[in-house]
DNA sequence: TATTATATGTAGATTATCGATATATGTCAA
DNA sequence: TTGACATATATCGATAATCTACATATAATA
């Protein structure tokens, strides 16, 4: 990673459905994203990406349907009801955590 | 921990160290210190803090003393000149990595 | 006197991410 | 046409950070 990948720990799954509340991507289109939107801070692996999105899958956070594009057969992930509102926790916990650190580093004691 | 501890990964020196900047503290008030300062979002775990501050000590990050204060015999930590200087760098990693989490969370595609 | 808070510590388990490796196809340049 | 590179998915074993559980000891309080 471009930074600390320990830093990255936790917040992959959330970064990952957000890009699906957008839309339906496969994961090399992930792995692109990410890096896009981020300004090169999260170049996430393959290594960690497909094992995520299998155990995802496993806790019905997504779908995964095969589809041909540009004559390629890729394999497409879809945000669940349920992955929309673990997103939604995520979130929520993400900004706490955020506002918690803010809270320590900029503390006038 | 209140959030996800996942969450928490990679941050926990840099919170550690921040603190120390302030004054030199023994490592059950870290965990009070750092428990107040957040609003109870980081209750860190003996488990946790006493090997972290072995390795960070190790590294040179940290300076111990022991010193008797309230009639207890308590192992002060000190931050040193380096460790100010990986503070520094810790800052300015969670800066970016923050931003950048940010704007995959907020981008209007 | 018993319990709780303070205080430091270790061992083993869990979990997230990584690097390395594997496979297969499409594209482009030599 | 052939070799290299990008695309695309996947698994395995290693590493690292944190946790739970346990251990020990003293001081304060009920």
Redo the contacts with the bound molecule.
Sequence with gaps: ?AI???L??????MLLLRLLEERDM???????TLEQKSQNV??????????????LEEKGLLT?YERE????????YSITREGRKNLKARREEWQEYQRAVVSVLQTAW
């Design positions: 990673m600390d990948r320990s990255l720990s936790g917040s992959t799954a496969y994961g090399y289109e992930m792995i692109e999260f170049t996430l692996k393959a290594g960690t990406l497909y094992p995520l999105l299998h155990s995964c594009a540009d004559g390629k057969v890729r394999k497409y």
